[in-house]
């Protein structure tokens, strides 16, 4: 089962308006080819779910240098300026969520589960507009799922059916992002025989992957 | 002594043999220099690790191994690695026993705000609002005040990072640790008087009959 895809045909497939989950901790962990092409192709008006927007010229960083996207749903984006700046100026809503809350809000919409309780966020303004639960007498605020119409997945290594396997820090929010989309795109650094990734060092089983970016093939 | 030097040695004695710690960015990532060389404790970083080592050996840095600002790091023998679910797992299901944090100001309550400046800045919360609402101990290290200005108050004016009180707060002039009562003073820096801790401070203190001196003498 052959699962290769020519770079610029996955991300062609994206319409306008879709919204991306995209793997990556700081663009540690975000698929470099991918983004490259989305912004070669100049996608507009995405949503965007991810931890952050790395910096300028990095990770998703690209990707609002560009400005391609009109929304984000992040937990931080200290670390670009230029996000803040489009933020601020009204051409980029940002939605700001705990980093522990997001990561449970994609894994529930992955789940299929219909929310997270957590009680970080209560009495500040992540609270605000959000309803409170209360479980044997402890409150809890709600958090809703999140889901995606693509995924970008970065990867270490992938076998011929899509098993992935991540390394060290570059996991993150990668191996949860793709239960929650209904089409994952991953980008493996390596594309190995099926059954060199042993079936206990699969991360995220084949069968949540829909697309592998295929290497492209050096000349000469 | 360097303000941020005495207050992150004063940090560390905070930190047991056995500890699972998350040192925030910035000064409090400087606790970790500082370690009594007898403990051993495992570092936390959010983006996914247990086991970090400040520093790789020059020319071994790894580009998928970072801390949370995305700077390499090294990994001890013992290191794990793991997803960003079980990452804030650890920090808000109790796994955690002790995060050191920065602050922008800390309440008569003990609350802390620490993410944002309406109007100024907005980086975003990060992970600071699940390791004060989930960490068995939330120690503050931060310069007691900012342009003169206390940082310590009687209430937050910034938003709040959680409503839940941090453990101790630890400033280059004072251990302070809130208390149902109010803020009491647990420890001044060595020659800082009583009297100047309490008029740099924005908030009531419960000042003990003696203040001892914080016991780093190096």
């Known amino acids: 089962m052959r699962k290769t895809i020519k770079l610029a045909d996955a991300v062609a497939q994206i319409p306008d308006g879709a919204t991306l989950m995209i793997g990556g901790f700081m663009g540690v962990g975000t698929p470099p080819r991918l983004i490259d092409e989305t912004v070669r192709q100049g996608k507009r008006d995405l949503t965007v779910i991810a931890n952050d927007t790395a910096r300028p010229g990095a990770g998703i960083g690209k990707l609002i240098d560009a400005k391609l996207v009109a929304r984000l749903v992040v937990s931080h984006i200290g670390t670009n300026p230029e996000t803040q700046r489009q933020m601020l100026a009204g051409d980029l809503a940002v939605e700001l969520s705990p980093q522990g809350t997001l990561i449970e809000r994609i894994r529930a919409g992955g789940y299929g589960l219909g929310g997270v309780l957590t009680q970080t966020g209560l009495g500040t303004v992540v609270e605000e507009g959000k309803q409170t639960v209360e479980v044997d007498g402890r409150r809890f605020l709600l958090e809703k799922p999140l889901r995606a119409d693509f995924a970008y997945i970065c990867a270490r290594q992938a076998d011929y059916y899509g098993n992935l396997t991540f390394t060290l820090t570059a996991r993150n929010f990668n191996p949860v992002m793709a239960m929650a989309a209904d089409i994952v795109i991953a980008e493996p650094q390596s594309i190995v025989p099926t059954g060199v990734i042993p079936p206990d060092a699969v991360m995220t089983p084949a069968v949540l992957v829909k697309h592998l970016i295929s290497k492209e093939r050096r000349d000469g | ?218």
């Open chain 2, 1 to 218: 002594m360097d303000e941020k030097v005495l207050i992150a040695k004063r940090v560390a004695l905070e930190l047991k043999h056995g500890d699972l710690v998350n040192l925030g960015i910035g000064l409090p990532t400087q606790v970790a220099a500082y370690l009594p060389e007898d403990i051993e404790v495992f570092f936390q970083s959010e983006n996914g690790v247990v086991g970090m080592l400040a520093l790789p050996e020059e020319g071994l840095e790894a580009e998928d191994l970072t801390d949370a600002g995305g700077r390499p790091i090294g990994a001890l023998p013992g290191a794990a690695t793991f997803d960003s679910a079980m990452s804030f797992g650890l920090i808000r299901g109790g796994h955690l026993d002790l995060t050191v944090l920065g602050g922008l100001q800390v309440d008569a309550h003990g609350r802390l705000a620490n993410w944002m400046v309406p109007g100024r800045m907005v980086p975003g919360m990060g992970g600071a609002m699940d390791l004060v609402s989930g960490a068995k101990r939330v120690v503050v290290a931060m310069t007691h005040t900012q342009k003169g200005e206390p940082k310590i108050v009687r209430e937050c004016t910034l938003p709040l990072t959680s409503t839940r009180p941090v453990s101790l707060i630890v400033t280059e002039l004072a251990v302070i640790a809130p208390s149902p009562r109010g803020l009491e003073l647990r420890e001044r820096a060595p020659g800082v008087s009583v009297e100047a801790i309490v008029s740099a401070t924005g908030a009531e203190l419960i000042v003990p009959e003696t203040v001892p001196e914080m016991p780093i003498g190096w």
